[in-house]
């Protein structure tokens, strides 16, 4: 399938319109990341706690910042996480400062009573039964101590609590379900529970306006660790990629594609440090991802170079590059354009645990194909025509 038929563009007479939007794309990436706030490193590279909390109306985020602060927790970050329908707020909390794990109950458990203290429902008793925080070990215990269906004197004590722990986990599934959140107590209709038992839920507990979700730590050390890993892989996968590409072309075409590679590698994160998205594991593979597809692309171009340097030996090598370029144009379009529609489908589906390596992908796609024409091949240009005159000088 032609989507552009016997295509005859002179690529490399627009070289320099290419490398001017590269160099003026490089500098804005270079002020921002050594001017500007640079990288924002995810708690995967930093260390740190994750505190992820569902709220049951739209958050202020202003007065949650201020709640946090006053409660003196470290909270560098809250800022809105998915949708915002999801009502969901990630709490970023201060770098670990020693080497040994945090107690991440301690973590959750003090922000959750800041939250309280500032969110709570003053018209229920504060220490009183939460039914979008108690575990469902904690409402099993809540249930066999109030006994609601008066059972203890007729069951067992292991049926007892066997009758009450199903009911629980019934609840609890139910809150799972509903993303951490009970809204109302009509939603326990539903679930079978025993009218006794929805009545005492309904008298003695209370639906908190927010609940603590998740959290996640890590400390400075496995960030430290994590960093350097991460600098080595794209290090060593570029090292492998040059001696591979060196070895089955020429050297000149094994430098031209590294370098085109650090050139979508740079202006992606350049493009992650402009908007401010955070850097996490996720991004750093679709970093990865993106260099064994850049590196695909330009492969393609120079392997057809190669064979027209046989086809085409009267012919200079600019127009054999060009040559080479409009005939995998085509493919080049309907592989990129396909894979571009894919990854930005799931960075606008994805939600928000995929929106930074979908993000990376989106950004990288269009670079990586970009550089392939207008990076790769001008360089290989420049090394064919430096290497020419340096031959007829010698022979002078």
Partial sequence: MDIVRNPK????GKKWYFIGVSAFFGLLSALSLLVGEGLNLGVDFTGGTLVYVKFMEAPDLKRIRSTLGRADLGAQEVTRFDEPSANEVQIRMARVETAEAEDLGAKSQAVFDALRAEFGDEAHDPQGLDLNNVSSHG???WLQERDPEGLQSNLSISEFEEHYSALA???ADHRTSQSGIIADYSDLDGLGLPDSVLSALREDSILGSFTVISVESVGPKVGNELRERAQSAIFFSLLGMLIYIAFRFRPIYGVAAIIALFHDVFLTLGFFSVS???ISLTVLAALLTLVGYSINDTIVVFDRVRENLKLMRREKISVIINTSINQTLNRTIMTSGMTFLAVFALYMLGGEALSGFALALVAGIIVGTY?????????????????EKRKLKARA
């Fill in 139 to 141: 409402l099993s215990s």
């Fill in 169 to 171: 986990a019934r609840v």
């Fill in 9 to 12: 563009i002179d690529w490399l």
């Fill in 276 to 278: 401010g998205k955070e």
């Fill in 371 to 387: 550089s392939s024409v207008a990076i790769a091949s001008p360089i290989v240009l420049w090394w064919q025509n430096f290497s």
